[in-house]
């Protein structure tokens, strides 16, 4: 069940129950009127229940439904995408879950510290392709990178965005009835000894590293706010 109400500061809140999926995230909604997109604050939320509710927006939503941006943390979590294979699983028990989702790709790590950005779009009403939506992404976050006056690039045989030989924002995504859910994730300041115990995305030795790294030391909620803005521009572009 959703209700709307208007804040003090004239910003949309958008209460979710525990039944829509996701349980105890703060949502701190804010209509972006000129991209028709709005951007959601989640905190910080399990993994599961926000699937589930991303599932469920995308099979509920109409030709008239908004397309929405949420933004949050998962507690650690290994994700394994639909094409996963078992060689690339943790190495170690670590006590972390292992999550099969409904995503492309292999198997990435989520934990605090990290950005995870769910875009769930209606790519037919944007006359949007999966590559052409990918390169947005990562071009996103290169633009987020350059900010801070470092270099990064995307490659094209490896979705993601890379600084040097390391990954610092993950890509994944679902398309259903022409819409899109899951997103990317990128690395600010965490512990990135998790990613150790797998294959990251699927590829055996693969080094990750992180904002932090790159001496940026912005909150997590400014680095949030400087991709958003990037990403909706790029998006009202297409």
């Given at each position: 069940?959703r209700t709307e109400s208007k804040t003090r500061s004239g910003?949309?809140?958008?209460?979710?129950?525990?039944?829509?999926?996701?349980?105890?995230?703060?949502?701190?909604?804010?209509?972006?009127?000129?991209?028709?997109?709005?951007?959601?604050?989640?905190?910080?939320?399990?993994?599961?229940?926000?699937?589930?509710?991303?599932?469920?927006?995308?099979?509920?939503?109409?030709?008239?439904?908004?397309?929405?941006?949420?933004?949050?943390?998962?507690?650690?979590?290994?994700?394994?995408?639909?094409?996963?294979?078992?060689?690339?699983?943790?190495?170690?028990?670590?006590?972390?879950?292992?999550?099969?989702?409904?995503?492309?790709?292999?198997?990435?790590?989520?934990?605090?510290?990290?950005?995870?950005?769910?875009?769930?779009?209606?790519?037919?009403?944007?006359?949007?392709?999966?590559?052409?939506?990918?390169?947005?992404?990562?071009?996103?976050?290169?633009?987020?990178?350059?900010?801070?006056?470092?270099?990064?690039?995307?490659?094209?045989?490896?979705?993601?965005?890379?600084?040097?030989?390391?990954?610092?924002?993950?890509?994944?995504?679902?398309?259903?009835?022409?819409?899109?859910?899951?997103?990317?994730?990128?690395?600010?300041?965490?512990?990135?000894?998790?990613?150790?115990?797998?294959?990251?995305?699927?590829?055996?030795?693969?080094?990750v590293t992180q904002m932090r790294d790159l001496n940026v030391?912005?909150?997590?909620?400014?680095?949030?706010?400087?991709?958003?803005?990037?990403?909706?521009?790029?998006?009202?572009?297409?």
């Amino acid at each position: 069940m959703r209700t709307e109400s208007k804040t003090r500061s004239g910003r949309l809140r958008v209460d979710v129950d525990a039944q829509s999926g996701v349980q105890h995230g703060t949502e701190s909604s804010i209509l972006n009127p000129q991209s028709s997109i709005l951007v959601k604050r989640l905190g910080r939320v399990d993994y599961m229940p926000t699937w589930r509710a991303m599932q469920d927006f995308t099979a509920r939503r109409t030709a008239e439904t908004a397309d929405e941006i949420w933004l949050l943390q998962h507690p650690p979590v290994y994700t394994l995408g639909v094409a996963g294979k078992p060689e690339h699983l943790p190495r170690v028990d670590n006590g972390i879950p292992v999550v099969r989702t409904d995503r492309g790709g292999q198997i990435t790590y989520h934990g605090s510290g990290q950005l995870v950005v769910y875009l769930l779009l209606d790519m037919r009403r944007r006359n949007l392709s999966v590559r052409p939506l990918v390169r947005i992404m990562e071009q996103s976050v290169i633009d987020l990178i350059a900010d801070y006056g470092a270099a990064s690039t995307g490659r094209a045989d490896a979705p993601g965005v890379y600084v040097g030989n390391a990954k610092i924002a993950a890509l994944g995504l679902r398309i259903k009835n022409g819409c899109c859910y899951h997103g990317l994730a990128l690395n600010a300041d965490m512990d990135l000894s998790p990613f150790h115990a797998i294959n990251p995305c699927g590829y055996p030795g693969l080094e990750v590293t992180q904002m932090r790294d790159l001496n940026v030391t912005d909150s997590l909620e400014l680095l949030s706010d400087k991709l958003t803005r990037h990403l909706l521009v790029r998006l009202q572009a297409n």
